[in-house]
C-alpha cells in the first residue's frame, strides 16, 4: 500500500500540474486563438487516434497488465516482453494505417458536409496514431516495472506545455494553422521520444531475440486474453470518443469545440484515478497470482472512498466557478455548462466505484468485462442516438452518465457476487453529503466577476474556501483514515519547520 500512496500523490502531482497547463490551454488560450472549428478538429483527430491506439496494441497492453509477472526476470530480460510488444504493435498499426485508408470514402461521405475541415487534415490520424501508439507501449512496459511516474509527468505536463508552445508560437504569426497542426503533432511525439530514453536510463531497454521465451499455456492464454481484453479496451475508446464523433456528424465541428472544451473541465475530476489504476493494475495482477483476496478488498475499500473524496473535491471547485470560467471564455461557450456538470457527474460515477474493473479485467471472469463493455457501447450509441438530437451537446453529456452509471453497477454488483468483495460504508454516503452541503452554500455567496483580477480573486477566494471546509470536514469527521493520516503528517513536517 505504501508503493500506492507514493506513486498515487506523485502522479496526481504531475498530473496537477498539468491541469495547471491545460487549464491556460484549452481553457483559456485556444477558445480565445482559434475557431471553435478548430478546437474540434483537434479534439476529434485525438480521439480517433486514441481507437486507432487501442486496435495498434491488438489487446497486448492489456494482457500484459495480466500476466507479466510471468515475464519477470530481469536476467532473462523479462523474456522478451518489450521485444514481443512492440513487434506486435507495429503489426496492429499497419492494420490501422489499412482501416484508415478502406474507411477514407465512408468517412469523406459521413462527415464532408458537417465537419470538411476534418476530411482535410484526416491524413494527420497516421503519425498521430504511430506515436501515441508507441508512448502507450513504452509508458505501459515502465509501468509494468513499477515506474507509472514517468509516463504521467510526459503525458499529462510535458505534452501540454509543447501543445502550449506550438499555440504561442502560431499566437505570434510565426505559424500558419496549416503549420501548427504540424508542431502540433511534435507535441506527440518528443514525449514518446522521452519515455524510450527513460527505459534506457532504467536499464530495461530489452531486444534480444534470444531471450523471447513464452511456454505454449502461456502464449494460448495471453492470445485468449488479448483478444477478449481488446475488445474491452476498444469498447472503453469508443465510449470515450463516440460522443464527439457523433456531435461531429450530427451538428459539426464548431459544436464538437464546445463540447470537447467542456469535456476537459469535467475530465480534470478524473485524474486522481488514472494515477492510481496505473499504479494499481500490476499489484491487483500480481495479488490475483497468490490469491490474496484480502488484499485486493482493501485496496477496493480505499481506492472507492479515497477517490470520491478527492473527485468530489474538485468536482464543487468546479462547479462553483462556473460562472467565473465562462467570463473569460468567447461567446457561445456558455452552451457548455451543463455539459461541464453532467460529464463530471459520470465521472465522480466511476471514481466512486473504484477499481472494480481492475479487479474483474485481471480474474478469471474477465470475459465478463468484454461482454459488459459491447452492451455499454450499444447503450452509449443508442442514447446519443436519441438524446442529441434533441438536446444537442448536453444530449451527448446525459447519455455518457446513463452509460457510466449502468456500466458501473453492474460490474460492482458482479464483483460482489464473484468475490463477495462489497466496498462501501456510511463514510462513502457522508462523503457526498458533505460535498453537497458545501456546494449549496458555495452558491449563496455572490459571484463578483468584472475585469480579470476581480475574476482571478473571486476564483481563489471561492476555491480556497472549498477547499478548507471540505478538507476540514472530511478530517473532522474521520471520514477517511488514510487522509487523516495524510494530513496530520504534513502538518508535523511543517511545525518542525518552526
Same mark, same amino acid.
Given at each position: 500500500?505504501?508503493?500506492?500512496?507514493?506513486?498515487?500523490?506523485?502522479?496526481?502531482?504531475?498530473?496537477?500540474?498539468?491541469?495547471?497547463?491545460?487549464?491556460?490551454?484549452?481553457?483559456?488560450?485556444?477558445?480565445?486563438?482559434?475557431?471553435?472549428?478548430?478546437?474540434?478538429?483537434?479534439?476529434?483527430?485525438?480521439?480517433?487516434?486514441?481507437?486507432?491506439?487501442?486496435?495498434?496494441?491488438?489487446?497486448?497492453?492489456?494482457?500484459?497488465?495480466?500476466?507479466?509477472?510471468?515475464?519477470?526476470?530481469?536476467?532473462?530480460?523479462?523474456?522478451?516482453?518489450?521485444?514481443?510488444?512492440?513487434?506486435?504493435?507495429?503489426?496492429?498499426?499497419?492494420? /490501422?494505417?489499412?482501416?484508415?485508408? +478502406?474507411?477514407?470514402?465512408?468517412?469523406?461521405?459521413?462527415? $464532408?458536409?458537417?465537419?470538411?475541415?476534418?476530411?482535410?487534415?484526416?491524413?494527420?490520424?497516421?503519425?498521430?496514431?504511430?506515436?501515441?501508439?508507441?508512448?502507450?507501449?513504452?509508458?505501459?512496459?515502465?509501468?509494468?516495472?513499477?515506474?507509472?511516474?514517468?509516463?504521467?509527468?510526459?503525458?499529462?505536463?510535458?505534452?501540454?506545455?509543447?501543445?502550449?508552445?506550438?499555440?504561442?508560437?502560431?499566437?505570434?504569426?510565426?505559424?500558419?494553422?496549416?503549420?501548427?497542426?504540424?508542431?502540433?503533432?511534435?507535441?506527440?511525439?518528443?514525449?514518446? !521520444?522521452?519515455?524510450?530514453?527513460?527505459?534506457?536510463?532504467?536499464?530495461?531497454?530489452?531486444?534480444?531475440?534470444?531471450?523471447?521465451?513464452?511456454?505454449?499455456?502461456?502464449?494460448?492464454?495471453?492470445?485468449?486474453?488479448? *483478444?477478449?481484453?481488446?475488445?474491452?479496451?476498444?469498447?472503453?475508446?469508443?465510449? #470515450?470518443?463516440?460522443?464527439? $464523433?457523433?456531435?461531429?456528424?450530427?451538428?459539426?465541428?464548431?459544436?464538437?469545440?464546445?463540447?470537447?472544451?467542456?469535456?476537459?473541465?469535467?475530465?480534470?475530476?478524473?485524474?486522481?484515478?488514472?494515477?492510481?489504476?496505473?499504479?494499481?493494475?500490476?499489484?491487483?495482477?500480481?495479488?490475483?497470482?497468490?490469491?490474496?483476496?484480502?488484499?485486493?478488498?482493501?485496496?477496493?475499500?480505499?481506492?472507492?472512498?479515497?477517490?470520491?473524496?478527492?473527485?468530489?473535491?474538485?468536482?464543487?471547485?468546479?462547479?462553483?466557478? !462556473?460562472?467565473?470560467?465562462?467570463?473569460?471564455?468567447?461567446?457561445?461557450?456558455?452552451?457548455?455548462?451543463?455539459?461541464?456538470?453532467?460529464?463530471? #457527474?459520470?465521472?465522480?460515477?466511476?471514481?466512486?466505484?473504484?477499481?472494480?474493473?481492475?479487479?474483474?479485467?485481471? *480474474?478469471?471472469?474477465?470475459?465478463?468485462? *468484454?461482454? +459488459?463493455?459491447?452492451?455499454?457501447?450499444?447503450?452509449?450509441? #443508442?442514447? %446519443?442516438?436519441?438524446?442529441?438530437?434533441?438536446?444537442?451537446?448536453?444530449?451527448?453529456?446525459?447519455?455518457?452518465?446513463?452509460?457510466?452509471?449502468?456500466? %458501473?453497477?453492474?460490474?460492482?454488483?458482479?464483483?460482489?457476487? /464473484?468475490?463477495?468483495?462489497?466496498?462501501?460504508?456510511?463514510?462513502?454516503?457522508?462523503?457526498?453529503?458533505?460535498?453537497? +452541503?458545501?456546494?449549496?452554500?458555495?452558491?449563496?455567496?455572490?459571484?463578483?466577476?468584472?475585469?480579470?483580477?476581480?475574476?482571478?480573486?473571486?476564483?481563489?477566494?471561492?476555491?480556497?474556501?472549498?477547499?478548507?471546509?471540505?478538507?476540514?470536514?472530511?478530517?473532522?469527521?474521520?471520514? *477517511?483514515?488514510?487522509?487523516?493520516? +495524510?494530513?496530520?503528517?504534513?502538518?508535523?513536517?511543517?511545525?518542525?519547520?518552526?
Amino acid at each position: 500500500m505504501g508503493i500506492i500512496k507514493r506513486q498515487t500523490i506523485q502522479s496526481s502531482i504531475y498530473s496537477y500540474a498539468g491541469v495547471g497547463v491545460g487549464f491556460l490551454t484549452q481553457g483559456v488560450f485556444f477558445p480565445n486563438l482559434f475557431s471553435k472549428a478548430q478546437i474540434g478538429l483537434m479534439a476529434l483527430l485525438i480521439a480517433v487516434a486514441q481507437v486507432l491506439v487501442q486496435a495498434s496494441s491488438l489487446g497486448l497492453n492489456n494482457a500484459g497488465g495480466r500476466y507479466f509477472p510471468y515475464f519477470r526476470d530481469l536476467e532473462r530480460q523479462h523474456n522478451g516482453y518489450l521485444i514481443i510488444s512492440s513487434l506486435t504493435t507495429l503489426v496492429g498499426f499497419g492494420l /490501422a494505417v489499412l482501416i484508415l485508408w +478502406l474507411g477514407k470514402p465512408w468517412v469523406i461521405a459521413q462527415y $464532408g458536409s458537417q465537419s470538411p475541415l476534418f476530411i482535410e487534415y484526416y491524413p494527420l490520424l497516421i503519425p498521430l496514431t504511430l506515436f501515441t501508439a508507441y508512448f502507450t507501449v513504452f509508458d505501459n512496459y515502465a509501468k509494468l516495472l513499477y515506474d507509472p511516474v514517468t509516463g504521467t509527468l510526459l503525458q499529462q505536463f510535458v505534452q501540454r506545455v509543447l501543445v502550449l508552445i506550438a499555440g504561442g508560437f502560431y499566437w505570434l504569426g510565426w505559424l500558419t494553422f496549416d503549420h501548427f497542426m504540424g508542431v502540433w503533432l511534435l507535441a506527440f511525439l518528443i514525449p514518446t !521520444l522521452l519515455m524510450f530514453a527513460s527505459v534506457v536510463r532504467d536499464g530495461n531497454l530489452f531486444f534480444n531475440l534470444r531471450y523471447v521465451s513464452v511456454s505454449r499455456e502461456l502464449r494460448r492464454n495471453m492470445i485468449r486474453y488479448a *483478444s477478449l481484453s481488446l475488445t474491452t479496451a476498444l469498447s472503453t475508446q469508443i465510449i #470515450l470518443t463516440i460522443d464527439k $464523433g457523433m456531435i461531429s456528424n450530427a451538428l459539426g465541428l464548431d459544436a464538437t469545440g464546445i463540447y470537447s472544451t467542456a469535456s476537459y473541465f469535467a475530465a480534470v475530476i478524473a485524474l486522481p484515478a488514472t494515477a492510481l489504476y496505473k499504479v494499481a493494475a500490476t499489484l491487483i495482477a500480481e495479488s490475483w497470482k497468490v490469491d490474496d483476496r484480502a488484499g485486493i478488498l482493501t485496496i477496493y475499500r480505499k481506492s472507492c472512498l479515497n477517490q470520491l473524496i478527492a473527485g468530489c473535491l474538485v468536482f464543487v471547485g468546479v462547479a462553483v466557478n !462556473l460562472p467565473s470560467l465562462f467570463t473569460i471564455l468567447p461567446a457561445g461557450y456558455e452552451a457548455g455548462y451543463f455539459v461541464i456538470l453532467w460529464l463530471g #457527474l459520470s465521472k465522480l460515477i466511476d471514481m466512486a466505484t473504484g477499481i472494480n474493473g481492475l479487479i474483474l479485467s485481471t *480474474s478469471r471472469f474477465y470475459a465478463l468485462d *468484454s461482454v +459488459l463493455f459491447i452492451g455499454l457501447i450499444i447503450v452509449t450509441i #443508442l442514447a %446519443n442516438n436519441y438524446l442529441i438530437p434533441r438536446y444537442g451537446i448536453n444530449g451527448a453529456a446525459i447519455g455518457a452518465v446513463l452509460a457510466t452509471f449502468l456500466y %458501473n453497477f453492474v460490474r460492482t454488483l458482479l464483483v460482489w457476487i /464473484a468475490f463477495r468483495m462489497q466496498p462501501f460504508s456510511w463514510r462513502n454516503g457522508a462523503v457526498i453529503a458533505v460535498a453537497a +452541503l458545501i456546494w449549496f452554500v458555495s452558491e449563496q455567496v455572490p459571484h463578483f466577476n468584472g475585469s480579470v483580477w476581480q475574476t482571478g480573486t473571486d476564483v481563489a477566494l471561492r476555491s480556497g474556501g472549498v477547499t478548507v471546509l471540505f478538507i476540514g470536514l472530511i478530517f473532522a469527521l474521520k471520514l *477517511s483514515p488514510d487522509a487523516n493520516d +495524510l494530513l496530520t503528517g504534513a502538518w508535523t513536517r511543517v511545525k518542525k519547520l518552526y
